[in-house]
């Protein structure tokens, strides 16, 4: 997928001319692409029933699963999605990997229980019963989880930043593979571009805040891990999919206008200076009212009901 760019000019003239209008062809434009893999995964449904969802974080992985799984719906195709997040090994446990400074390596996919998941996901496609875990986030232990059991004809997703990791997946020739990311730079009128990776923070920023229980300043220390570990077990292996999505929703940046603000961002060292990075932008463009995103939009994701 080739680099694209959505000028600042455009989106604010967008905006204000046409504002309801251009950001119901934002979601439908992300809508044809997800619609677009579905129509080519139901000429496999037989060989490769089971689809491989990977991207970093802040992708917008768990709602396009489910878009993927409703359009799959829709063409005739029953689908289902699992969470990999689901196979976190527990801590305390003596296969947790750990940084060269002794800390555990939240990026690493042997975070993964990978002989249990490679395990389920074999029999998941041989459509055999299977208990698949839960894991609780809050207490970092595992829960004894739900039965589940593929039906003949229906389509498995499983959604995880390392999915495509063959560490993780193996060879699984009865899968299909797709990566989403942020691909498109929201570009000013005189060349400066906002990278994918800051969209990709700002909804990182929105949703650990309001589902994670961190502040701003928390979510931008853990960057560099984050960026570190999405470079060594995350980008090496997208040229493996079968299919992109570019989950980049043109107005997204002046709806999180609505929620990040010179008040509200931190003002002081390198967090500091992410902050006005992202504000020359934030503060260029009209804001977009929280009510005004659709209640089933990717961004609800990372802002949750507000405004609903």
């Known amino acids: 997928m080739t ?19 251009f950001i ?28 491989l969802l990977c991207g970093p974080s802040g992708s917008g992985k ?13 063409r005739g195709c029953p ?35 990978i002989p249990l998941f490679s395990q389920q996901m074999q029999e998941i496609f041989e459509c055999r019963p299977v208990n698949v875990p839960d894991y609780d986030f809050p207490t970092q232990t ?54 994918p990776s800051r969209i990709r923070l700002m909804r990182r920023l929105l949703r650990d805040s309001l ?7 928390q979510t931008m ?11 060594s077990h995350i980008l090496p292996f997208k040229r493996m999919a079968d299919f992109e999505l570019d989950s980049f929703i043109p107005y997204e940046a002046a709806l999180y206008a609505s929620f990040l603000s010179a008040e509200n961002l931190p003002k002081e060292g390198k967090a500091g200076r992410l902050s006005q990075e992202l504000l020359r932008f934030l503060q260029a463009l009209p804001a977009v009212l ?3 995103a659709p209640a089933d939009s990717l961004l609800r994701e990372f802002i949750g009901s507000a405004g609903r």
Do not use: W
């Open 290 to 292: 929280p009510e005004k």
């Open 142 to 195: 595992r829960k004894p989880g739900f039965r589940f059991q593929r039906a003949p004809e229906e389509f498995v997703i499983f959604e995880g930043i390392h999915a495509l990791n063959p560490a993780v997946s193996g060879a699984a020739d009865f899968a299909s593979r797709v990566y989403i990311s942020v691909r498109t730079r929201l570009r000013t009128q005189e060349g400066d571009c906002l990278h």
């Open 24 to 51: 119901r062809q934002c979601e439908q434009d992300y809508l044809d692409q997800v619609d677009s893999v579905a129509a080519s995964l139901v000429q496999e449904k037989k060989e490769r029933p089971v689809v």
């Open 221 to 231: 220390a853990m960057l560099p891990a984050v960026a570190a570990g999405e470079e």
């Open 211 to 217: 589902y994670r229980g961190r502040n701003f300043e």
């Open 79 to 113: 689908a289902r999605f699992l969470s990999m997040d689901n196979y976190f090994l527990p801590i305390p446990s003596p296969n947790i990997p750990l940084t060269p400074e002794g800390d555990i390596d939240y990026e690493s996919p042997y975070r993964l229980d």
């Open 62 to 74: 768990t709602t396009t699963a489910a878009r993927l799984a409703q359009a799959l719906e829709k």
């Open 3 to 21: 680099i694209q760019f959505f000028d600042m000019d455009l989106l604010k003239s967008s905006l204000t001319e046409s504002g309801e209008d």
